[in-house]
């Protein structure tokens, strides 16, 4: 009959046995769409901003001049100690002064950087976009002392969800890394390298696992090192960090915790080891293109006591 209502559905039954939930689209792992991983060689780069600053002892003046859109010079004024070998344990200073010279071209395809010493060294950069996924890239220094120059090359390939690196440089030293992203999330690689001057070879894998709020990396390597670190991103302009180095066969450990503060006219970073180093870098925008710099350290177990100042002219 119409006016008859159905009965009740059965809800111990529904209640006893719930219906699964469904598994949403974010959820799910679309393996043939996974984005490309940062390269091998950065995947600690977000603890290293915060952990590993610039410090600086003593004076520093950088001067920048574009000269067109792709063309610029640059100055720099150093003038502070510098730390010399002792076997003893207190640390030795001798007073130095430097300049260099610096030529810059920034193309989309290209990258041409190159610095000139006082001393004599000659620094030279070079990074160009050979196809739309092969890079090379090319670091070299040349000194007057012998057997202290060296350059390197890498070969950089960019997958769709995958990177990939080759590289040679003097001294017979021959490497590649390969980085492949396995979910959304977590992406896993190896490295090799033989270094035949030195006659030494290793092996390496390493792990990074990063969303939206935080950042984790893990790294071992043959050569007996194991390196750990985390990133937990507070907020937009807040970011704690934390590391921690172990070598199994030199027996060495050190731990690191820091922070990056990024405020409206500064950024102010700092960090504390196990070893009793304690240290800040802070870099506040005085004007457009005038930037102001102060670097501090703190070695209790050496009683070394670092501080500098500088200022950064130009963009």
């Avoid at 780069?45 to 952990?51: H, P, V």
């Avoid at 057997?147 to 390939?157: A, E």
């Avoid at 194991?226 to 066969?249: G, I, T």
């Avoid at 009683?303 to 002219?313: Q, S």
Wanted: with cysteine; aromatic share 10%; glycine share 8%.
């Amino acid at each position: 009959m119409s006016g008859v209502a159905p009965p009740p559905p059965n809800t111990a039954t529904a209640t006893a046995f719930p219906a699964p939930p469904k598994k949403t689209e974010d959820e799910k792992v679309n393996y043939l769409d996974l984005p490309c991983p940062i390269p091998y060689e950065e995947i600690h780069r977000e603890a290293l901003m915060s952990l590993k600053p610039e410090l600086f002892e003593g004076m520093r003046f950088d001067f920048t001049k574009g000269l067109n859109q792709r063309f610029s010079l640059s100055h720099s004024v150093f003038m502070g100690p510098t730390e010399v070998p002792s076997q003893s344990s207190e640390t030795i200073k001798i007073p130095t002064a430097h300049y260099e010279f610096g030529a810059n071209f920034l193309d989309p395809k290209l990258m041409l950087v190159g610095r000139m010493m006082t001393d004599g060294r000659l620094n030279a950069r070079v990074r160009c976009d050979l196809t739309e996924n092969l890079m090379l890239k090319a670091n070299a220094q040349l000194t007057n002392e012998p057997h202290m120059s060296h350059g390197i090359f890498n070969f950089d390939y960019k997958g769709k969800d995958y990177r990939s690196q080759f590289q040679i440089g003097n001294g017979a030293l021959l490497g590649a890394n390969y980085i492949q992203s396995v979910t959304r999330n977590l992406s896993l690689g190896g490295e090799i390298f033989w270094a035949g001057q030195h006659r030494k070879s290793g092996i390496g894998y390493a792990l990074r696992y990063n969303t939206d709020k935080m950042v984790a990396t893990g790294q071992v390597a043959s050569t007996g090192m194991v390196a750990l670190s985390y990133v937990q991103k507070v907020s937009e302009k807040v970011s704690l960090a934390s590391d921690f180095m172990y070598n199994y066969m030199s027996r060495d450990v050190t731990a690191s915790v820091g922070y990056d503060y990024i405020l409206r006219q500064c950024r102010l970073r700092g960090r504390i080891d196990s070893s009793g180093s304690v240290a800040a870098f802070l870099e506040e925008r005085l004007n457009m293109g005038l930037n102001f710099i102060l670097s501090a350290e703190i070695d209790h177990k050496k009683k070394d006591y670092k501080f500098g100042f500088g200022l950064a002219v130009g963009e």
